[in-house]
């Protein structure tokens, strides 16, 4: 098990090490965003802009358009909140090809509290055009987006939490390609959608549900924007229930994404989205804050049990 975090380091360092127009910026987070190895290897390619989240973004397109390949590295809750004005006119508006790297997203500063949860990022980066949002699940899936990020010449989000994941292996789509979800376990009876760090538990719920005689799909939606299309519309034909699970608020988020094109598309199928509520959110660990709002193994379970029976 190792954390996307560490991955994503370990690639951009691999990435640095074959090509010096990979650049890290960052906003005082050379530890958190796992850039001490990268700043010791390659310290005339990482720029320190301190806890400047404007400027970071700012800084990060200029070197953008002067041909460089940067990495925008900072805290999810800061970066999408604080810099949101520069990622939609400096980066999106402009078509400069930064890397906008979301650390510790969701609430994987746990204690932190509110502060530090990025519960909003998806909603506000989806209304922003010519930025595509991609969740990494695992390893693998981290990898490669990083890799695919430092090869395209458009914006791109990523965005990743802290803890340590198990990998997924081998799924029924072993190849990663932007705006294609990963199929990671077949099943007949319902589908559950997630993204990031909801994958695992919805693979957990999965066996708990095989042990009552039910087969769920689980599917990485690794990219929510641009979505599968393709992938939902066999789906919403299929007709079988469908849930989404996001480490994000119910509102514009994944959720909502993909229930907006099965309802546009004429597809009509029992849906749920779980995700953090509109209400006061509580303080705690990542798993403590999981298990109380049911972004669980168990709590999906029952969500899908709920699903079925009506």
């Not at 650049?23 to 320190?48: N, Y």
């Not at 949860?117 to 506000?124: E, K, T, Y």
């Not at 987006?145 to 990998?167: L, V």
């Given at each position: 098990?190792?954390?996307?975090?560490?991955?994503?380091?370990?690639?951009?360092?691999?990435?640095?090490?074959?090509?010096?127009?990979?650049?890290?910026?960052?906003?005082?987070?050379?530890?958190?965003?796992?850039?001490?190895?990268f700043g010791e290897k390659f310290p005339?390619?990482?720029?320190?802009?301190?806890?400047?989240?404007?400027?970071?973004?700012?800084?990060?397109?200029?070197?953008?358009?002067?041909?460089?390949?940067?990495?925008?590295?900072?805290?999810?809750?800061?970066?999408?909140?604080?810099?949101?004005?520069?990622?939609?006119?400096?980066?999106?508006?402009?078509?400069?090809?930064?890397?906008?790297?979301?650390?510790?997203?969701?609430?994987?500063?746990?204690?932190?509290?509110?502060?530090?949860?990025?519960?909003?990022?998806?909603?506000?980066?989806?209304?922003?055009?010519?930025?595509?949002?991609?969740?990494?699940?695992?390893?693998?899936?981290?990898?490669?987006?990083?890799?695919?990020?430092?090869?395209?010449?458009?914006?791109?989000?990523?965005?990743?939490?802290?803890?340590?994941?198990?990998?997924?292996?081998?799924?029924?789509?072993?190849?990663?390609?932007?705006?294609?979800?990963?199929?990671?376990?077949?099943?007949?009876?319902?589908?559950?959608?997630?993204?990031?760090?909801?994958?695992?538990?919805?693979?957990?719920?999965?066996?708990?549900?095989?042990?009552?005689?039910?087969?769920?799909?689980?599917?990485?939606?690794?990219?929510?924007?641009?979505?599968?299309?393709?992938?939902?519309?066999?789906?919403?034909?299929?007709?079988?229930?469908i849930i989404t699970v996001e480490e994000h608020?119910?509102?514009?988020?994944?959720?909502?994404?993909?229930?907006?094109?099965?309802?546009?598309?004429?597809?009509?199928?029992?849906?749920?989205?779980?995700?953090?509520?509109?209400?006061?959110?509580?303080?705690?660990?990542?798993?403590?804050?999981?298990?109380?709002?049911?972004?669980?193994?168990?709590?999906?379970?029952?969500?899908?049990?709920?699903?079925?029976?009506?």
């Amino acid at each position: 098990m190792k954390a996307n975090l560490e991955v994503f380091s370990e690639t951009l360092q691999a990435l640095a090490a074959q090509d010096r127009q990979v650049v890290a910026v960052t906003s005082d987070s050379r530890g958190s965003g796992k850039l001490v190895p990268f700043g010791e290897k390659f310290p005339d390619q990482i720029v320190e802009i301190g806890i400047a989240e404007q400027n970071l973004v700012g800084v990060a397109a200029g070197l953008a358009a002067m041909g460089k390949k940067a990495f925008a590295v900072s805290p999810a809750c800061f970066l999408t909140a604080r810099s949101l004005e520069q990622i939609k006119n400096d980066v999106a508006y402009s078509d400069n090809p930064v890397r906008l790297i979301g650390i510790s997203a969701g609430v994987s500063y746990g204690a932190l509290g509110s502060t530090h949860h990025s519960l909003h990022d998806f909603a506000a980066l989806r209304a922003i055009h010519n930025l595509p949002i991609v969740v990494p699940a695992d390893a693998f899936e981290t990898e490669q987006a990083i890799r695919y990020a430092a090869a395209t010449d458009k914006p791109i989000y990523i965005r990743f939490g802290k803890k340590n994941m198990p990998d997924l292996g081998q799924s029924l789509s072993p190849n990663f390609e932007i705006g294609k979800g990963r199929i990671i376990r077949a099943g007949t009876d319902l589908s559950l959608i997630a993204t990031g760090e909801t994958v695992w538990p919805c693979l957990q719920a999965a066996e708990l549900l095989a042990e009552q005689g039910i087969s769920a799909q689980v599917i990485s939606l690794h990219t929510i924007k641009p979505l599968d299309t393709d992938l939902l519309a066999n789906l919403g034909a299929a007709g079988k229930p469908i849930i989404t699970v996001e480490e994000h608020s119910v509102h514009g988020g994944l959720g909502e994404a993909v229930g907006s094109y099965l309802f546009q598309q004429g597809f009509f199928v029992p849906f749920q989205i779980m995700g953090f509520p509109d209400e006061y959110t509580v303080t705690g660990s990542q798993t403590e804050i999981f298990d109380h709002y049911g972004l669980s193994g168990a709590g999906i379970q029952g969500v899908a049990l709920n699903l079925l029976n009506r």
